[in-house]
């Protein structure tokens, strides 16, 4: 096939802009992020996965008394359900969010502190914890 | 003092008073061959000194308190390693101290808490050679040293503690898998040639030795090589501590059966159950005895009954028939949902 056939042939084959009622796509900054803004989106929250997990495994980090950290009991994050938050917590009463229910862990099962709101330590914790159940379905208030 | 544990015993542990008893180990008697008889199971005590945290030792005591009163009294109470948190002499001789308050013997193997902090060498002045075995009624009883694991903590010049932390986290990354090891099987190897295969045998560990969840370090590299040991005898069943929680598992002939902790329940891990296992009802986060207990082991003929007596729940018994029959018989009760 020459060249000049081939080119026509292709644009014929091609709609026409706007002409089959298809817009082009909107080109805006937020919508269309290069590899670069997703790259660094993504390490960012690897970041703090990375320090949700280091602490979830260090009693000294997380202010623990007796020793124990929060994978004791929970191994490779297991039974602590972040998507089933925010839920009614029997024990303080209310309804918790996840942040709430790590508090009680580290209050009544590793005799610390609770960590205050804005606390990195915290934030990290949850974040590592929502990372684990990436995927599921969210079902808050799930038993 | 809740679930009516003793406050004295308590007291005097805590503060650390000398008790007069020795540890027992036995000198067995054998009786009758093939009359049923009865053991007692304590497990995973994961003891900590008791103004760093008291709950295990109150616990452990009340376990204690549930197997003195057991009416007939059992014949020896096997122990399936954990008896401490951290490994530190103090952890470790508090729990030879606790174990001494039992009114029947105890055999014990070591678990890895109880192990890494100074490569057994506490333990041992303790409790004796990792490995043991002796006879009793007719069975061939064999404690098997199995938390092994290949060094880690050199090359990466970690601390004692260190070690032991890491040894000790189920889903540690730096640490290979536990392994029973050559020197443990070889000596397994040589104590069984000297067991006519018509002889049942009971082998308790602390890790499970078929393959089971190895992402958090719930089972034995090598476990197969050490269960082809036990494949002539006519029954063997093998006893685990580690997994703190209901699980039964049979291979061939030999059944398996998961011991309950004391101290606390660990969930049930991703990458499913082997086939005749009965999940326990997920533990109430807000009970801290819930999913812990202890138990019995009912012995006829070589067959293993297990009995495991959930504190807050009512007592789950898994037969030998249940796992010799395939499932068929004697199913346990389900759960009403299953873990999440």
């Not at chain 2, 103004?51 to 003195?68: E, M, Q, S, Y």
């Amino acid at each position: 096939m020459n060249a000049p056939l081939a080119l026509s042939l292709l644009l014929l084959a091609a709609p026409a802009a706007g002409d089959a009622g298809v817009p082009p796509p909107q080109h805006t900054l937020y919508g269309d992020p290069s590899a670069r803004d997703d790259f660094i989106a993504r390490q960012a929250l690897q970041r703090v996965t990375d320090e949700g997990r280091k602490l979830f495994h260090d009693p000294q980090g997380l202010g623990s008394t007796t020793g124990a950290s929060c994978a004791r009991c929970h191994p490779g994050a297991a039974a602590t359900h972040a998507e089933s938050y925010p839920k009614f917590h029997r024990d303080l009463q209310r309804v918790a969010l996840l942040r709430d229910a790590i508090n009680w862990c580290l209050v009544n099962s590793a005799r610390g502190r609770a960590l205050r709101d804005d606390d990195p330590r915290l934030k990290a914790l949850e974040v590592y914890l929502t990372v684990q159940r990436a995927g599921l379905e969210l079902e808050p208030g799930k038993r | 003092m809740r679930h009516g544990l003793d406050r004295r015993d308590f007291l005097r542990l805590a503060a650390g008073a000398a008790l007069g008893a020795p540890f027992g180990l036995l000198d067995i008697a054998t009786a009758a061959e093939g009359a049923p008889f009865r053991l007692a199971y304590l497990s995973d005590t994961h003891l900590c000194e008791a103004d760093v945290d008291d709950r295990p030792l109150r616990a452990a005591l009340k376990a204690i308190a549930d197997i003195n009163a057991l009416d007939p009294r059992p014949d020896l109470v096997l122990f399936a390693g954990d008896l401490t948190e951290h490994g530190s002499p103090a952890e470790l001789e508090l729990g030879r101290r606790v174990l001494a308050k039992l009114r029947a013997p105890v055999k014990l193997v070591a678990g890895e808490h109880d192990w890494y902090l100074d490569l057994g060498a506490a333990w041992q002045r303790l409790f004796g050679p990792p490995s043991h075995s002796f006879d009793h009624r007719g069975i061939h009883f064999v404690g098997l040293h199995s938390v092994g694991e290949a060094d880690f903590w050199t090359g990466r010049g970690l601390l004692a503690a260190e070690r032991q932390r890491e040894a000790a986290s189920l889903d540690g990354s730096l640490r290979g898998p536990f392994e029973v090891g050559d020197a443990q099987r070889r000596w397994l190897a040589a104590d069984l040639a000297r067991v006519a295969p018509s002889t049942p045998v009971v082998l308790f560990t602390h890790v499970p030795l078929f393959r089971y969840a190895p992402a958090w370090h719930f089972s034995a590299a090598d476990g197969a090589d050490a269960l082809a040991l036990l494949r002539p005898f006519r029954r063997a069943t093998v006893l685990h501590g580690h997994t703190h929680q209901l699980l039964c598992h049979r291979d061939g002939r030999i059944d398996f059966h998961g011991l309950l902790s004391t101290a606390w329940p660990l969930p049930y891990p991703p990458g499913g159950l082997p086939a005749l296992a009965v999940q326990m009802t997920r533990p109430d986060p807000f009970d801290p005895f819930d999913g812990c207990g202890d138990g019995q082991l009912v012995i006829r003929d070589g067959a293993v009954d297990a009995v495991h007596n959930l504190w807050a729940r009512d007592a789950i018994t898994v037969t030998a028939r249940y796992l010799d029959s395939d499932g068929r018989i004697d199913r346990p009760p389900a759960p009403p949902w299953p873990s999440y």
